[in-house]
Every structure is written in structure tokens, then in C-alpha cells.
């Protein structure tokens, strides 16, 4: 069974920075493209920046210059970087990745449980 772990949210003032990991684990053969989205309230999840296996990146244009996006394919594993964060960015941010589960199955989606990131004024 294939899991999406994120760590690294929280509080933090406007200006500061925080670090978000997600790492995939379980029955895994391939992983395509790795990313970020976020959720406001009431609204839809929307992406943030994702990563494809050949290390081609997209971003949002609301965090371009702030947020860097990296992964690590022998951990598995997706990093978001969040530099001068503003009170906007307040979010509840998902890890998704496009994960093959086994040679018998086809490329998936699959989602992390989310992490609140909070910035103060």
C-alpha cells in the first residue's frame, strides 16, 4: 500500500520560512511527477509546484521567487522550501505524486494527509 507522509508545517511569522517534506513509501515501482497543492477554505486545492521525474518544475506565479521545489528520487521523497511567507499563504498544503504501484497497475494519484502552515502578521 503505498503512503504519502508530510512533515514540516506550522506557525511562523510573515518574512520567514519553512520546509515541507513528503515522503512516499510502501509498494512503489515508479513515481512521475511529485508536487505541492494548497487548500483555502472553501476553495479548491490548487497547485503550488510540482516536479517531474526528469526534474522539469512548474510553480504557481504567487510563489515564484519565494517557494523552491526539489525531490529526491532514491528517498522517495519531495521538498517545498517556503521563503518570505506572507499571511496569504496560509494554507493546508498537500504532497501529491503520481506513484506506479506495482508493474501490474498503472500509474496513480495519491495524496498526503495535508499540513496546516499558518503565517502570522
Known amino acids: 500500500q503505498v503512503r504519502l507522509v508530510e512533515s514540516g508545517g506550522g506557525l511562523v511569522q510573515a518574512g520567514g520560512s519553512l520546509r515541507l517534506s513528503c515522503a512516499a513509501s510502501?509498494?512503489?515501482?515508479?513515481?512521475?511527477?511529485m508536487g505541492w497543492y494548497r487548500q483555502f477554505p472553501g476553495k479548491q486545492r490548487e497547485l503550488v509546484a510540482a516536479?517531474?521525474?526528469?526534474?522539469?518544475?512548474n510553480y504557481a506565479d504567487s510563489v515564484k521567487g519565494r517557494f523552491t521545489i526539489s525531490r529526491d528520487n532514491a528517498k522517495n521523497t519531495v521538498y517545498l522550501q517556503m521563503n518570505s511567507l506572507k499571511p496569504e499563504d496560509t494554507a493546508v498544503y498537500y504532497c501529491n505524486a503520481d506513484i506506479r504501484p506495482s508493474y501490474s497497475r498503472p500509474y496513480d494519484q495519491y495524496w498526503g494527509q495535508g499540513t496546516q502552515v499558518t503565517v502570522s502578521s
Open positions: 516536479v517531474t521525474s526528469g526534474g522539469s518544475i
Open positions: 510502501g509498494s512503489i515501482v515508479g513515481i512521475n511527477a
